[in-house]
């Protein structure tokens, strides 16, 4: 019979289980890329279910439901009376999970520390997990910028932040892209060599007076463009094939998550049972959260070649 809660001290040090957990719960948060890029609403004690009110934009010019400019000498004149609508997307957060069984053996055997290494690996796997989830909705959008017969442009980040800015998306924007997006042959980073930038404007420099393509050399995973928060995710799908990918731009009221929270904004959960009739420790990662699309022109898909 399963005992839950049992450490057990085979192959690791005292106390390996626990931190089995906490290197599960650190790598989930480091390996999450999208997170950040959304809005993310915990479902309320006693529900499973999130809902994100979506509001109504108002034409303030409107005569007789806008904003009314009082004339000289009449301010005790009424506003003009408008109404507030909103629908509603509701979200049912699911569970996510994987496990990993590790026998005694196995862990005595192991030259690692193997529950370690093992939960490390189930909290990437989950982060993984919810960055595909997210980034399959980007073919959702329905404004798409770029295109398949070349790779990604600088000119295309700006076409998408007309686009936003046009749709009164709020800021910030985020970028997510896959890696040959930004680096390569096809990549963003080739629009940035440091001649390309010499004596342009300070919205393309550095805070050191550095050119845009000293910053991207020097920033590594993210950076800033043009005011778009750029990422790198090797979860961004495919487009008709291999050699094209479709990252987006967006807001973060584009696409939102409900999960339930275990404390500090973390929806991953780490769980460990003892098996001692078959000497093994099994751990279970879940993650308990659901993505949907909120305001579709709130997010515009990047669709570019990374390979010829």
Known sequence: MAQSNVVSDVGVSAGGLGTAIASAIVQFNKANVTQNCIT?????????????PIYTKHDVTDGNFGVKNMASGAEETNANLTSIETTAVSLEVLRNAIR??????????????????????????????????????FDGFATSK???SHGLKFLDLMDAVSSLESNDAPRPYHG?????????????????????VEGSNGAFNGAQGTSVGEQFMGAGFVTSIAGINIYT????????????????????????????????????????????????????????YAVAELVDLHGVEMHTEISG
């Open 176 to 196: 997510i892209f896959h890696p040959s997006q930004i680096y390569g042959t096809y990549g963003l980073s080739n629009e940035f060599g440091i001649s390309a």
């Open 40 to 52: 993310m609403s915990a479902a309320p004690q006693g529900t499973s279910t999130v809902k994100f």
């Open 100 to 137: 990993a069984e590790i026998t005694d053996l196995a862990a005595h055997g192991n030259a690692d520390a193997l529950l370690v290494n093992a939960g490390r690996q189930l909290g990437n796997d989950i982060a993984k997990e919810f960055d595909v989830n997210v980034c399959a909705l």
């Open 233 to 288: 995710s090797t979860s961004v799908p495919d487009g008709a094939d291999a050699t094209e990918k479709k990252g987006a731009v967006m807001a973060e009221t584009a696409i939102g998550c409900g999960y339930i929270d275990f404390g500090g904004g973390n929806f991953m959960q780490m769980t460990q049972e003892r098996e001692e009739v078959q000497a093994k420790t099994v751990l279970v990662a879940n993650g308990y």
């Open 146 to 148: 770029g295109t398949s």
